[in-house]
């Protein structure tokens, strides 16, 4: 029998990046808020640091920070002809856990998406017309512009302390940064990390190529940084132990070295670690949200009663939460009707392998998990793709993040698996050799959907959440062109060997791609298309808020994490000005 | 030896930057910087999972996998038998992180692992059919190398069942664990003295390049550090050091 | 000339560690520790026969610094981003490849380490050793030893060792990155300095220089 609570007035589920910001703006503007979190506390000091933390095989192999299988994981199919399988062991994508989520160990890559990404649907029917797209792909505008945002965004990077050249200032185009991106009003907050070899390498060859090289966007910090929230951050020191590692440093941008000191002072806001969220409760009308069971860790069931909630749990928990809550209606592919678990996507990502001859040392190692050089020539909307019969693009980079060996041994195609031909290649290749990183956008199909798995349940005896997904052919069209323009980019710099990967279906959760699992609550104008409003309300339920990359309707070129940050951001401003003023729902449609 | 020239030697750094190129035909780097490890009864692990016949496969098994010669160490030099040993023994090997529910059904490639079975359950179970099948013939330990790699071969091949394991799901996970206790830290077993660090130029676990990340195309010619790396070099654990996560 | 000198090397070094590095966008002279030697006799009254440190000078330890390390100490010296009226002078006086030449020298002692100067009590060096190894969360203090090496035996090339070392250079050279007065190496040790209070500065101090004695 569930004890319940005292009431509070507001519920955040899941205490990661989104939860912390979202927790640490309403409980300073006077609201008293509990931030429910599955996983345990941790910090910096004595979590987090060295040399323990650099253990490749614990953190990168073992998956130490991540979800536990045991107890909770995805079910998994390519299509709905086929049987949803556990996905026993993560690999594909690495779901997060604990205090500070999986911002934690992210890589600090720091992307805007560009302005057209936001009504990518009006803006490719206007240049392409109706007939262009496949006839499977739905793609949707947000309801949102890149001018509502780019406050947001603004704010977002400058709590973060982000590293990086502005592009275009207030129109303007900038030397030294991405002549594609949209308008922003103001630099980055401190300048671009140092650039690694391979970073130069690759400048260079694609100066040369006519293209419009500029450093990745860090929030591994160049300087040391001191935030609007008073917080303190380090400066990096390209240790190249970044994804899947939380840092020692405090160089780099996670809730607990921007906002969690701030948060966790504030007597309006009250941490529970190791509580695991069972459902939303709702009222008889099923329109109002009454607040929300959860289970502590040592098995105890409780009620929190709660005025407004807002999911933050990662985007694949938001969905799991309604569907587990039965808060809008489940999508349905065959049909179309539904919108929980609609648009579904993912990242389509290729790889390009340049082998250099022995007398040049790469040192791989010596890298921050968003150093490195890149070009948006093949990105997003930034070229024409008259002709090419497919929407989207990639970015391309000499980004690695490191060269952690049991895992980064890179060796020629032709190379023995295994034997003296494999470690000669091996000794031979480790320091020679830069690998470029396609990073491409991923459409949503009607197909690709998240629904609740009918056979495996999590240690709750709650219903897993069902992944059917497979790549659209639009979005391996893409990765091929994108692809081929990058290999020319290899031998351009000067590689005696330049070998290309472009991405190549059936996608699998067996080799590790991204965690930029997006869509599933999208957000947008038309409720039926959408389950969200523009401010990330609930449709169905106005006292609640869900945001997180579940909120996109398709995928863009970059990493997702600076335009959830955004979106954040953008959500608070609703809540404080508009919502908590006068609950109720801020768009009628 | 690759011609010296003078441009050549101006982009590099004294003698070390030779140490590629001609890592392949004179003594091995990996050989002459490693302290040597103690004699004799050192060499042999305490095999806490593996019984004496499955620990003799095992090794011969991995040292083909991973072969001692002039380019580097091997997986024995490198004490992979006993990091195996050690994981399997352990959480690891006891299915740690593992979704354990049925019902199982074998799935497309896409959906990866679907067996029941444990790291350890795995092991046991695949090295108990493979012990089977040399019952009577000479052990695969004393087959000359090439008829080692053709067996080798054929169960990466697939097509057998090992006592409910595909061969080819036993030797990937072979194959993947060998590289682990190659390539990972020695506080786990394997890696012994970094040797395969020190084959490949990859400094270990202290990794503060502030000031070298810029100082594009040097070579890094030091000493690995391991996590268990003391003042002098030593490596063991050092109780000091939380990992609390 | 430099190809001689190179193809000795090779002879001589085959894989062995490199005691210096150059870089190849600017490629400093290779040292010469016999010639080192003899610019060493200027050091010495401060630094010790040795490079063992000499408290009474306030001349610190730098047997066994990294060749590179010491370098990059004399350029910071000579062009500002260090600033100490004797070494200013001496620096701006060696020319680049007495800057490596003497580092050469110095980077290839090892004396024993001189008495600690500094009588720490317990509390002071549980403080300090916690410090080093773990940090301190409400000071967003990170184990020193990250960066350090294992108890602050330093990390080739660019990271000097702080065991052994004299305690009261350490906090000198906290107290000048405090004071901004210290430019070099203020990117990661600026934030450092202005988290130690004079407490920490006294315990992390004295614990590091308990360190030599402990010894081989």
Not at chain 3, 10 to 17: H, K, W
């Given at each position: 029998m569930?004890?319940?609570?005292?009431?509070?007035?507001?519920?955040?589920?899941?205490?990661?990046?989104?939860?912390?910001?979202?927790?640490k703006?309403?409980?300073?503007?006077?609201?008293?808020?509990?931030?429910l979190e599955?996983?345990?506390?941790?910090?910096t000091?004595p979590?987090?640091?060295?040399?323990?933390v650099h253990?490749?095989?614990?953190?990168?192999?073992r998956?130490a920070?991540?979800q536990?299988n045991?107890?909770?994981?995805?079910t998994f199919?390519?299509k709905?002809?086929?049987?949803g399988?556990?996905?026993?062991?993560w690999?594909?994508?690495?779901p997060?856990?604990?205090?500070g989520?999986?911002?934690?160990h992210?890589?600090?890559?720091?992307?805007?998406?560009?302005?057209?990404?936001f009504?990518l649907?009006?803006?490719?029917r206007?240049?392409?017309?109706d007939?262009f797209?496949d006839?499977?792909?739905?793609v949707?505008d947000?309801?949102?512009?890149?001018?509502?945002?780019?406050?947001?965004?603004d704010?977002?990077e400058?709590?973060l302390?982000?590293?990086?050249?502005a592009?275009?200032?207030?129109g303007?185009?900038?030397?030294?940064?991405?002549?594609?991106?949209?308008?922003?009003?103001?630099?980055?907050p401190t300048?671009p990390q140092?650039?690694?070899?391979?970073g130069?390498?690759?400048?260079?060859?694609?100066?040369?190529?006519g293209?419009?090289?500029?450093?990745?966007p860090?929030s591994?910090?160049?300087?040391?940084?001191?935030?609007?929230?008073?917080?303190?951050?380090?400066?990096?020191?390209?240790?190249g132990?970044?994804?899947?590692?939380?840092c020692?440093?405090?160089?780099k941008?996670?809730?607990?070295?921007?906002?969690?000191?701030?948060?966790l002072k504030?007597?309006n806001?009250?941490?529970?670690t190791?509580?695991?969220?069972?459902?939303?409760?709702l009222d008889?009308?099923?329109k109002k949200?009454t607040?929300?069971?959860?289970i502590?860790?040592a098995g105890?069931?409780?009620e929190?009663?709660?005025s407004?909630?807002?999911?933050?749990?990662?985007?694949?928990?938001n969905?799991?939460?309604?569907l587990l809550?039965?808060?809008?209606?489940?999508?349905?592919?065959?049909?179309?009707?539904?919108?929980v678990?609609r648009?579904?996507?993912y990242?389509?990502m290729?790889t390009?392998?340049?082998f250099?001859e022995?007398?040049?040392?790469?040192n791989?190692?010596?890298a921050?998990g968003?150093?490195?050089t890149?070009i948006?020539d093949?990105?997003?909307?930034?070229?024409?793709?008259s002709?090419l019969g497919f929407?989207?693009?990639?970015?391309?980079?000499a980004?690695n993040?490191?060269?952690?060996?049991i895992q980064y041994?890179?060796?020629?195609?032709d190379?023995?698996k295994?034997?003296?031909?494999w470690?000669?290649?091996?000794?031979?290749h480790?320091?020679?050799?830069?690998m470029?990183?396609?990073h491409?956008?991923?459409?949503?199909?009607?197909?690709?959907?998240?629904?609740?798995?009918?056979?495996?349940?999590d240690?709750?005896g709650?219903?897993?959440?069902?992944?059917?997904f497979?790549?659209?052919?639009n979005?391996?069209?893409?990765?091929?062109?994108?692809?081929?323009?990058?290999v020319?980019?290899?031998?351009?710099m000067?590689?005696?060997q330049v070998?290309?990967?472009?991405?190549?279906?059936p996608y699998?959760?067996?080799?590790?791609q991204?965690?930029?699992?997006?869509?599933?609550t999208?957000m947008?104008s038309?409720?039926?298309?959408?389950v969200?409003n523009?401010?990330l309300?609930s449709?169905?339920?106005?006292?609640?808020?869900?945001?997180g990359?579940?909120?996109?309707p398709?995928?863009a070129s970059?990493?997702?994490t600076?335009t959830i940050?955004?979106?954040t951001?953008?959500?608070?401003?609703?809540?404080?000005?508009?919502?908590l003023?006068?609950p109720?729902k801020?768009?009628?449609? | 030896?690759?011609?010296?020239?003078?441009?050549?030697?101006?982009?590099?750094?004294g003698?070390a930057?030779?140490?590629?190129?001609?890592?392949?035909?004179q003594?091995?780097?990996w050989?002459?910087?490693?302290?040597?490890?103690?004699?004799s009864?050192g060499d042999k692990p305490?095999?806490?999972?593996?019984?004496?016949?499955e620990a003799?496969?095992?090794e011969?098994?991995?040292?083909?996998?991973?072969?001692?010669?002039?380019v580097?160490?091997?997986a024995?030099d490198?004490?992979v038998p006993?990091?195996?040993?050690?994981q399997?023994?352990?959480?690891?090997?006891?299915?740690?992180?593992?979704?354990?529910?049925?019902p199982w059904?074998?799935?497309?490639?896409?959906?990866?692992?679907q067996l029941?079975?444990t790291?350890?359950?795995?092991f046991h179970n695949?090295?108990r059919a493979?012990?089977?099948?040399?019952?009577?013939?000479?052990a695969f330990?004393?087959?000359p190398?090439?008829q080692?790699?053709?067996?080798?071969k054929?169960?990466?091949g697939?097509?057998?069942d090992?006592?409910?394991?595909?061969?080819a799901?036993?030797f990937?996970?072979?194959?993947?664990?060998t590289v682990?206790g190659?390539f990972?830290?020695?506080?786990?077993?394997?890696?012994?003295?970094?040797?395969?660090w020190?084959?490949?130029?990859?400094?270990?676990?202290y990794?503060n390049?502030?000031?070298?990340?810029?100082?594009?195309g040097?070579?890094?010619d030091r000493?690995?550090?391991?996590i268990?790396s003391?003042?002098?070099?030593?490596?063991?654990?050092?109780?000091?050091?939380?990992?609390?996560? | 000339?430099k190809?001689?000198?190179?193809?000795a090397?090779?002879a001589?070094?085959?894989?062995?560690l490199s005691?210096?590095?150059a870089?190849?966008?600017?490629?400093?002279?290779?040292?010469d520790a016999?010639?080192g030697?003899e610019?060493?006799?200027?050091?010495?009254?401060c630094h010790?026969?040795h490079?063992?440190?000499?408290?009474?000078?306030s001349g610190?330890?730098?047997?066994?610094?990294?060749?590179s390390y010491?370098?990059?100490q004399l350029?910071a010296?000579?062009?500002?981003?260090?600033?100490?009226?004797?070494?200013?002078?001496?620096a701006?006086?060696?020319?680049?490849?007495k800057?490596?030449?003497?580092?050469?020298?110095f980077?290839?002692?090892?004396?024993?380490?001189?008495?600690?100067?500094?009588?720490?009590?317990?509390?002071?060096l549980v403080?300090g050793?916690?410090?080093v190894?773990?940090?301190?969360?409400?000071?967003?203090?990170?184990?020193?030893?990250n960066c350090h090496?294992?108890?602050?035996?330093?990390?080739?090339?660019a990271?000097?060792?702080?065991?052994g070392?004299?305690?009261?250079?350490?906090a000198?050279?906290?107290?000048?990155?405090?004071?901004?007065t210290r430019?070099?190496g203020e990117?990661?040790?600026?934030?450092?300095?202005s988290?130690l209070?004079?407490?920490?500065?006294?315990a992390?101090?004295a614990?590091?220089?308990s360190?030599?004695?402990?010894?081989?």
């Amino acid at each position: 029998m569930a004890q319940r609570l005292q009431p509070v007035d507001v519920v955040v589920f899941g205490v990661g990046m989104v939860g912390s910001i979202v927790a640490k703006e309403l409980a300073a503007a006077g609201h008293k808020v509990v931030g429910l979190e599955r996983g345990a506390p941790r910090f910096t000091v004595p979590d987090f640091q060295g040399p323990a933390v650099h253990d490749e095989l614990r953190f990168d192999i073992r998956k130490a920070l991540m979800q536990d299988n045991t107890r909770e994981a995805v079910t998994f199919r390519n299509k709905s002809s086929e049987t949803g399988l556990p996905i026993r062991r993560w690999e594909s994508f690495l779901p997060g856990t604990g205090l500070g989520g999986s911002h934690v160990h992210w890589n600090g890559q720091t992307y805007r998406f560009h302005a057209k990404d936001f009504e990518l649907a009006t803006a490719a029917r206007e240049r392409y017309g109706d007939k262009f797209l496949d006839a499977d792909i739905r793609v949707q505008d947000w309801g949102v512009t890149y001018a509502d945002l780019e406050p947001h965004y603004d704010r977002f990077e400058y709590l973060l302390g982000t590293s990086g050249k502005a592009g275009n200032l207030k129109g303007q185009i900038q030397a030294g940064g991405d002549p594609f991106e949209s308008p922003r009003a103001r630099d980055y907050p401190t300048p671009p990390q140092k650039e690694p070899y391979h970073g130069a390498i690759f400048r260079k060859a694609a100066t040369d190529l006519g293209y419009h090289p500029f450093p990745q966007p860090s929030s591994n910090l160049s300087q040391p940084y001191t935030n609007p929230e008073g917080v303190k951050l380090n400066a990096c020191v390209f240790c190249g132990f970044c994804e899947r590692y939380a840092c020692e440093h405090y160089a780099k941008s996670v809730p607990q070295t921007i906002i969690l000191p701030v948060l966790l002072k504030n007597k309006n806001f009250e941490l529970r670690t190791g509580c695991q969220v069972q459902r939303i409760n709702l009222d008889s009308t099923k329109k109002k949200a009454t607040g929300v069971t959860y289970i502590d860790a040592a098995g105890r069931e409780f009620e929190q009663p709660a005025s407004m909630v807002v999911l933050c749990g990662f985007a694949l928990n938001n969905v799991r939460m309604l569907l587990l809550s039965g808060i809008g209606k489940p999508y349905d592919p065959s049909t179309e009707k539904g919108t929980v678990g609609r648009n579904y996507a993912y990242q389509t990502m290729s790889t390009v392998a340049a082998f250099f001859e022995q007398d040049k040392n790469i040192n791989p190692f010596m890298a921050s998990g968003a150093s490195g050089t890149l070009i948006n020539d093949f990105a997003s909307e930034n070229f024409d793709h008259s002709g090419l019969g497919f929407l989207g693009g990639a970015f391309v980079g000499a980004v690695n993040t490191n060269g952690r060996p049991i895992q980064y041994h890179p060796v020629p195609p032709d190379t023995p698996k295994w034997g003296a031909g494999w470690k000669r290649a091996v000794a031979e290749h480790y320091n020679h050799t830069v690998m470029l990183s396609l990073h491409g956008s991923s459409i949503a199909q009607k197909q690709n959907y998240l629904d609740l798995d009918p056979t495996y349940k999590d240690a709750w005896g709650q219903p897993l959440l069902r992944m059917t997904f497979d790549f659209p052919p639009n979005d391996l069209k893409m990765a091929a062109y994108v692809t081929s323009k990058a290999v020319e980019i290899g031998k351009a710099m000067g590689a005696k060997q330049v070998v290309g990967n472009p991405r190549k279906g059936p996608y699998t959760t067996q080799q590790y791609q991204t965690t930029h699992n997006t869509g599933g609550t999208v957000m947008g104008s038309d409720p039926s298309t959408s389950v969200v409003n523009r401010y990330l309300q609930s449709w169905d339920v106005p006292n609640l808020f869900v945001i997180g990359a579940s909120n996109f309707p398709q995928n863009a070129s970059w990493n997702p994490t600076g335009t959830i940050g955004a979106l954040t951001y953008w959500a608070i401003d609703a809540m404080k000005n508009k919502y908590l003023k006068h609950p109720d729902k801020l768009v009628h449609a | 030896m690759p011609k010296i020239t003078r441009r050549g030697f101006v982009q590099s750094i004294g003698a070390a930057s030779l140490a590629p190129a001609t890592l392949l035909t004179q003594a091995p780097a990996w050989a002459a910087d490693a302290p040597k490890p103690p004699a004799s009864d050192g060499d042999k692990p305490l095999y806490l999972f593996f019984n004496a016949d499955e620990a003799a496969f095992v090794e011969a098994a991995c040292e083909r996998l991973i072969p001692h010669d002039e380019v580097g160490p091997g997986a024995l030099d490198a004490g992979v038998p006993n990091y195996l040993d050690k994981q399997l023994g352990g959480s690891w090997g006891a299915g740690e992180r593992l979704y354990r529910s049925g019902p199982w059904q074998q799935g497309s490639p896409s959906q990866g692992y679907q067996l029941p079975f444990t790291p350890a359950e795995l092991f046991h179970n695949a090295l108990r059919a493979i012990l089977a099948e040399f019952e009577g013939k000479t052990a695969f330990k004393d087959l000359p190398p090439d008829q080692q790699d053709a067996y080798l071969k054929s169960l990466e091949g697939g097509g057998k069942d090992l006592g409910g394991v595909p061969s080819a799901t036993f030797f990937a996970t072979l194959l993947q664990m060998t590289v682990e206790g190659y390539f990972s830290d020695p506080i786990y077993g394997g890696n012994k003295n970094m040797v395969a660090w020190r084959m490949i130029g990859f400094p270990g676990a202290y990794a503060n390049y502030y000031d070298l990340v810029d100082k594009h195309g040097i070579k890094l010619d030091r000493e690995p550090t391991s996590i268990g790396s003391d003042r002098k070099g030593h490596i063991h654990p050092d109780p000091n050091v939380p990992a609390k996560l | 000339m430099k190809t001689t000198r190179f193809a000795a090397s090779v002879a001589a070094c085959g894989f062995a560690l490199s005691a210096s590095i150059a870089f190849a966008a600017d490629v400093p002279p290779a040292g010469d520790a016999t010639r080192g030697a003899e610019i060493a006799a200027t050091c010495q009254g401060c630094h010790g026969a040795h490079g063992e440190g000499i408290a009474t000078a306030s001349g610190p330890r730098i047997a066994g610094q990294t060749a590179s390390y010491l370098v990059a100490q004399l350029q910071a010296y000579a062009d500002g981003a260090r600033t100490n009226p004797v070494m200013t002078a001496i620096a701006k006086g060696l020319d680049d490849q007495k800057k490596a030449d003497a580092a050469a020298f110095f980077a290839a002692q090892s004396p024993p380490f001189a008495a600690p100067a500094t009588h720490p009590n317990d509390a002071q060096l549980v403080r300090g050793k916690t410090l080093v190894r773990v940090g301190d969360e409400s000071k967003q203090l990170q184990a020193c030893a990250n960066c350090h090496g294992p108890d602050g035996s330093g990390e080739r090339f660019a990271t000097p060792y702080l065991a052994g070392q004299s305690a009261a250079y350490i906090a000198s050279a906290i107290g000048e990155w405090k004071a901004g007065t210290r430019r070099s190496g203020e990117a990661l040790m600026g934030g450092v300095a202005s988290r130690l209070d004079d407490n920490d500065i006294a315990a992390v101090s004295a614990y590091l220089e308990s360190l030599g004695a402990i010894g081989d």
